[in-house]
């Protein structure tokens, strides 16, 4: 799957449109469209890797009261600011 996938449900936690936030990874310090990570879900929650050296850059998990966002592989996430 692509970023897309993970956008969706992080976005409506985070109350904003994550297909077009920008993540910078931590292993080869490129920035990309989160919508262009490969997203898989097979592993415990959703594991987002970078296209590049595929990379681990988010890793969210559900649990019955919480979503726990993992984002030691990121270093940086950046959004367009809200328009007032
Ligand atoms: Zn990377």
Redesign the pocket.
């Known amino acids: 799957m692509d970023g897309n996938a993970l956008a969706g449900p992080l976005g409506e936690i985070m109350g904003t449109d994550l297909t077009v936030a920008d993540l910078t990874?931590?292993?080869?310090?490129?920035t990309r469209r989160l919508a262009a990570m490969h997203v898989f879900d097979r592993a415990p929650g959703i594991v987002a890797?970078?296209?590049?050296?595929?990379?681990v850059?988010m890793h969210m998990m559900r649990t019955a009261e919480r979503v726990l966002v993992d984002l030691r592989?990121s270093l940086v996430l950046s959004l367009p600011a809200p328009t007032a």
């Open positions: 990874c931590a292993g080869c310090r490129t890797r970078c296209p590049g050296r595929d990379d850059v592989g």
